[in-house]
């Protein structure tokens, strides 16, 4: 991990890093739902880094059959899922997640605040390593596809960009963030 890495470059031993943990915000009087899910779905920049081939109305479907009311977040919201709340503040965006009883969506800031809450939470990593973003996955689902260029996001030392998929324009252009709706119930499954 790069945390540790920089922790035996400074000379601090024995350096286990730790999830980062949010306050709540809300308890189930102030929750905006009762029993509520978020789903955070918006494009990336890099393709390669979000998630496609879900059919996110049967993913919406199947989480109401369950109980739970869904609002999609987000800024950049390209496919309407949802009840959209468009989360400007972050203020706002902690709030909503803070309430939440699960969370499903991209590597970004909201399943980052997700997992500091540790909500349940099923997450999509594409070419980026799970490992570098969380040092604990407790209650936490990923999605990922392996291929032969593995986490190839990380090949570019100092960069927080990373690097394109290796495969652009290639018929293996995005088959480690391709998935289907399928996956994504059988990880809801697994975290309720």
Not at 97 to 113: E, N
Not at 157 to 176: H, I, M, N, R
């Given at each position: ?85 468009n ?6 965006l902690k ?19 997700a ?15 799970p490992?570098f ?60």
């Open positions: 991990m790069i945390i540790a890495w920089s922790a035996e470059f400074c000379g601090i031993k024995d350096y286990k890093p730790s999830r980062p943990v949010l306050s709540p915000l809300v308890d189930n009087k102030t929750k905006l739902f009762r029993r509520y899910a978020v789903i955070h779905i918006d494009e990336r920049g890099q393709p390669h880094r979000g998630v496609h081939g879900v059919n996110w109305h049967k993913v919406r479907e199947y989480l109401e059959s369950k109980g739970y009311f869904v609002v999609q977040a987000g800024l950049y919201i390209h496919e309407t899922v949802a009840i959209e709340i989360t400007q503040s972050v203020g706002l709030f909503l997640i803070a309430g939440c009883d699960m969370f499903i969506g991209v590597d970004s800031a909201p399943a980052h605040i997992v500091a809450y540790n909500k349940p939470s099923v997450l999509f990593f594409g070419s980026v390593n490992n973003i969380h040092p604990d996955l407790t209650n936490v689902k990923v999605i990922h596809n392996s291929c032969d260029k593995e986490y190839c996001w990380h090949t570019k030392a100092g960069s927080v960009e990373g690097v394109p998929c290796f495969y652009e324009g290639t018929e293996k252009y995005l088959q480690c963030c391709t998935t289907n709706e399928n996956i994504v119930i059988d990880a809801i499954n697994e975290l309720i």
